[in-house]
T-cell receptor
Framework: AQSVTQPDIHITVSEGASLELRCNYS??????LFWYVQSPGQGLQLLLK??????LVQGIKGFEAEFKRSQSSFNLRKPSVHWSDAAEYFC????????????FGAGTILRVKS | DGGITQSPKYLFRKEGQNVTLSCEQN?????MYWYRQDPGQGLRLIYY???????QKGDIAEGYSVSREKKESFPLTVTSAQKNPTAFYLC?????????????FGPGTRLTVT
């Protein structure tokens, strides 16, 4: 069965520090991978996506993610965190054979210390 | 502006009542989805529809029903058979054309059943 694991439920970083959020997936075929961000009480906004090609993908708000097939990982990174980055982050894998449904991880809540 | 609208933002119902959540999109997307979000569990797929007048059950369809009579609209009914209906409900859509697989999300409806 397809699944996504985000090992860190909460992460706290200082403003200006670097950030890495971990994501591991389980899926038999070539994955379509996404990172979404959610502010409290809001919908989800797409940060970036990986479909194929270059394994390092750039997204909005200065985020990037690297796909590593050998590790089944798709970690999200940002070199310098801003206070406005505080939110919940979700990693997801797209399952094309089931209507392109998304299977989500449980999310990582990011807190930024000033 | 193109996007997905969900109404209302907050909904309160008594136990035993059916309630319908609205989802409308003007993105001309073919596929639409309903997800349920509970704290610490990420998002789980309830139903999805790839074309008008057709829909499929997702991972947690019991106690829910949907219809897709128009391309723009995909309402979700939470029936009295749903044992734990209190949750945050998110609607999403995607275009099936051109290899675009990312889903766009609405702002969500928070349903509280007492």
């Amino acid at each position: 069965a397809q699944s996504v694991t985000q090992p860190d439920i909460h992460i706290t970083v200082s403003e200006g520090a670097s950030l890495e959020l971990r994501c591991n997936y389980s899926y038999g075929a070539t994955p379509y991978l996404f990172w979404y961000v959610q502010s409290p009480g809001q919908g989800l906004q797409l940060l970036l996506k990986y479909f194929s090609g270059d394994t390092l993908v750039q997204g909005i708000k200065g985020f990037e993610a690297e796909f590593k097939r050998s590790q089944s990982s798709f970690n999200l990174r940002k070199p310098s965190v801003h206070w406005s980055d505080a939110a919940e982050y979700f990693c997801a894998v797209g399952i094309l054979e089931y209507g392109n449904k998304l299977v989500f991880g449980a999310g990582t809540i990011l807190r930024v210390k000033s | 502006d193109g996007g997905i609208t969900q109404s209302p933002k907050y909904l309160f119902r008594k136990e035993g009542q059916n309630v319908t959540l609205s989802c409308e999109q003007n993105l001309n997307h073919d596929a639409m989805y309903w997800y349920r979000q509970d704290p610490g569990q990420g998002l789980r797929l309830i139903y999805y529809s790839q074309i008008v007048n057709d829909f499929q059950k997702g991972d947690i369809a019991e106690g829910y029903s949907v219809s897709r009579e128009k391309k723009e609209s995909f309402p979700l009914t939470v029936t009295s058979a749903q044992k734990n209906p209190t949750a945050f409900y998110l609607c999403a859509s995607t275009s099936q054309a051109g290899g675009s697989y990312e889903q766009y999300f609405g702002p969500g409806t928070r349903l509280t059943v007492t």
